[in-house]
């Protein structure tokens, strides 16, 4: 129905004119005409300009969003149009998968073949929520005890959507938010980071390409105290769905409760990874939890939320993990991520190095011990000298009183703390106001059932680190956040709940007299 329309007077967006906005269905430049440059974090050079977009920008795109919603086509169109459009979109960026993958490696500082693996999940999810959404009933028939009511409890998109997304996993955070968004019927301005929004910027015009009605899917680039502010506190949003920060998060929250609007928040961990000896006993079992304790800290330079950067390792292998874990990591090849051989890109940016840096200074002033890294690296030819490059840092002796310790860092820091019995290592693991993961090693079956159902986090992994899967929620206890994503509450998210109730044969109730 809609296809053919769309594809006929869809926009195509002029690179030369910084036209990173979209809004119902049209490219355009800022209001303002103001425009920023995105850095390559690997040396700290522009290579793209973007529009710097601001409230008047974001209002504009709020408003097509709200036509789109109150008198387009989109909200009521056949679950299986809007699943077959959601497919279309996964195969689109199955074949862009090599120039988005590159272009997320350069955006966001991490490897390419991190990029590409970005590209696939993020093809996964559009496919599960599409699944998702057609393999559903019409409703769930509630039995309201006669044959003369029918009672049915449906579900309706919420309507206008606020996305804001992180700078760590710029396109795959954004899919997991647009995809059930879509899935559920509802239109939706996003606003991408203002350090990483180029794969974002793609995917609306993927978005575009496959058929999406003009004005369901917006875009406006620029800063979040300004675009971001204004598209939590806007009137016409029915739902704000932000990942990041414990700070901006609050700030979000806030800003949405004076319309009561429906909120979602994702706002990081501080993630521990607890090793029991008896995981240690064998070397296989020794080397695969060294092992997936570098992975658990160091993947995207710990740019991650749900990074395990608290290794709580039990006191009789304490010495031998650690020592092993730091030769490892002082051997990970730091480098430009589009480079062959480089394991681990920059940070994202000057502010985050100096704040990973500003953390280890700190700890060592605590006490901790330094056992690899706690410096920038020496330049070479994959290591620009103006990147954003810091080593792989593991900080031994820790306490839980350490600023390291307590906060979300984000960046490549590995704090060791030590346990002597298991009620121990649970107290250690739930000892963070942030809940979202957390992983327990060990031999014992029994073990790893009881520590994982004592331990308050939103994902707990059992012998591993790391994986999600789309169709299972994703988010976190505490200050973690609020609501799910993924998995079938992640759609939740995006609706309302309706009780239909019909009086199939209605006769006077004479409750009055008259």
Not at 75 to 92: C, F, I, K, S
Not at 140 to 152: K, M, P
Request: charged share 25%; aromatic share 6%; hydrophobic share 40%.
């Amino acid at each position: 129905m809609f296809r053919g329309t769309v594809r006929e007077r869809k926009a195509k967006r002029d690179v030369s004119e910084n036209q990173s906005i979209f809004v119902d269905g049209e490219w355009r430049s800022a209001a303002s005409g103001a425009t920023r440059e995105i850095l390559d974090p690997a040396d700290a050079q522009p290579f793209a300009l973007i529009a710097e977009g601001g409230t008047q920008d974001a209002d504009a795109a709020v408003a097509a969003a709200r036509r789109a919603f109150d008198e387009g086509t989109w909200p009521a169109t056949p679950v299986a149009e809007r699943a077959a459009l959601l497919r279309r979109v996964a195969d689109l960026l199955v074949r862009d998968r090599e120039k988005i993958g590159l272009l997320e490696s350069r955006d966001a500082g991490k490897t390419v073949e991190e990029g590409r693996v970005d590209v696939d999940c993020v093809a996964d999810a559009f496919r599960y929520f599409a699944d998702l959404v057609v393999g559903e009933g019409g409703g769930r028939v509630v039995d309201a005890g006669s044959d003369e009511i029918h009672s049915v409890v449906v579900h309706e998109p919420v309507g206008v959507c606020s996305l804001i997304t992180p700078w760590n996993y710029p396109l795959l955070q954004a899919s997991w938010k647009v995809a059930p968004a879509l899935a559920a019927g509802n239109t939706f301005v996003i606003k991408p980071s203002e350090i990483t929004p180029l794969t974002t910027v793609v995917l609306i015009e993927l978005l575009a390409e496959a058929g999406l009605p003009a004005g369901v899917a917006n875009i406006v680039t620029g800063p979040g105290h300004t675009v971001g502010a204004r598209l939590a506190e806007h009137p016409d949003v029915d739902l704000v769905s932000f990942t990041g920060g414990l700070i901006s998060g609050t700030k979000v929250a806030q800003a949405a409760a004076a319309d009561v609007k429906k909120i979602a928040l994702e706002l990081g961990g501080k993630n521990p990874n607890v090793v029991f000896a008896d995981s240690c006993e064998t070397e296989e079992g020794f080397d695969t939890a060294v092992d997936q304790a570098l992975n658990a800290a160091f993947i995207h330079s710990g740019q991650v939320c749900s990074a395990g950067a608290r290794l709580i390792v039990e006191e009789s292998v304490r010495e031998r993990f650690v020592a092993e874990l730091a030769r490892r990591a002082e051997r990970i090849r730091l480098g430009r991520g589009t480079e062959d051989g480089v394991e681990c890109g920059p940070l994202v940016s000057a502010q985050q190095r100096d704040k990973t840096e500003s953390y280890v200074a700190s700890a060592l002033t605590e006490g901790a011990v330094l056992r690899s890294g706690g410096k920038r690296p020496e330049p070479s030819e994959v290591r620009p000298a103006d990147g954003y490059f810091y080593e792989p840092t593991v900080l031994d002796q820790c306490h839980r009183e350490m600023r390291v310790v307590r906060e979300e860092v984000f960046g490549p820091v590995l704090t060791v703390e030590t346990f002597r019995t298991e009620d121990e290592a649970v107290a250690l693991a739930n000892d963070t106001e942030y809940g979202l993961a957390g992983a327990v090693w060990t031999a014992d079956a029994g073990r790893a059932r009881r520590v994982a159902g004592r331990l308050r986090h939103g994902t707990v992994w059992i012998n591993d680190f790391h994986p999600y899967l789309p169709q299972a929620e994703w988010g976190g206890f505490g200050k973690s956040g609020i609501g799910r994503e993924l998995g079938p509450a992640g759609l939740a998210e995006y609706r309302e709940t309706k009780h239909v109730y019909q009086n199939l044969a209605p006769k006077p109730v004479r409750w009055f007299a008259g």
